[in-house]
């Protein structure tokens, strides 16, 4: 069974500073990796996905993500946080193939203090 | 509209009722998938579809939970004798089959 670890269910950062948001990953096999954000009153979006190709990965809003096998991560990062960033974050696992069962971590609220 | 789309958006019912949540997937997508979401908690997977078939329903939480997608596009996801714990957000994804999901805005339950 696959699953992925959030580490901190609630993260604090001054407008402008680093966000570090961290995912660990447990699988047999290379998985797809995703980042799903969650803004207030709003379904989940995705913000970037790891596909076996390239194993650092840019997203939208500024976001990127970096896959280390050896560490069995996926840690989300911006170099520089906005208040619009204020959301709650999911990291995802599934299987590498298409169409399979994806599961979800517990999540991450980001708060941005201006 | 292209995203999508769960009726209804809140439903309150009591202790006992049965209830159905709808589901309209993104036209063109084969896998159809059912989440569920208590407050604070991330999305718990409940089933996915792949046309018409449940792929994988083990996360259905007993048999009171079931889902159907009988024409391979609008879903209904079904809960008999509801209790107060079925409470939650329930949310739908659709999928073209490259992993990413594209999610409605849910519906919440609220059993009283």
């Known amino acids: 069974a696959q699953s992925v670890t959030q580490l901190g269910s609630h993260v604090s950062v001054s407008e402008g500073a680093l966000v570090l948001l961290r995912c660990n990953y447990s699988?047999?096999?290379?998985?797809?990796l995703f980042w799903y954000v969650q803004y207030p009153n709003q379904g989940l979006q995705l913000l970037l996905k790891?596909?076996?190709?390239?194993?650092l990965v840019k997203g939208i809003n500024g976001f990127e993500a970096e896959f280390k096998k050896s560490e069995t991560s996926f840690h989300l990062t911006k170099p520089s946080a906005h208040m619009s960033d204020a959301a709650e974050y999911f990291c995802a696992v599934s299987p590498p193939v298409g169409y399979q069962k994806v599961t979800f971590g517990t999540g991450t609220k980001l708060q941005v203090i201006p | 509209g292209a995203g999508v789309s769960q009726t209804p958006s809140n439903k309150v019912t009591e202790k006992g009722k049965y209830v159905e949540l709808r589901c309209d997937p993104i036209?063109?997508?084969?896998?159809l998938y059912w989440y569920r979401q208590s407050l604070g908690q991330g999305p718990e997977f409940l089933i996915y579809?792949?046309?018409?078939?449940?792929?994988?329903d083990s996360g259905l939480p007993n048999d009171r939970f079931f889902a159907v997608r009988p024409e391979g596009s609008v879903s209904t996801l079904k809960i008999q004798r509801t209790e107060r714990g079925d409470s939650a957000v329930y949310l739908c994804?659709?999928?073209?089959?490259?992993?990413?999901?594209?999610f409605g805005e849910g519906s919440r339950l609220t059993v009283l």
């Open positions: 036209s063109g997508h084969t896998a």
């Open positions: 699988s047999s096999v290379p998985p797809y």
């Open positions: 790891y596909t076996s190709a390239a194993t």
């Open positions: 579809f792949q046309g018409t078939g449940a792929a994988d």
């Open positions: 994804a659709s999928s073209p089959g490259t992993g990413e999901l594209f």
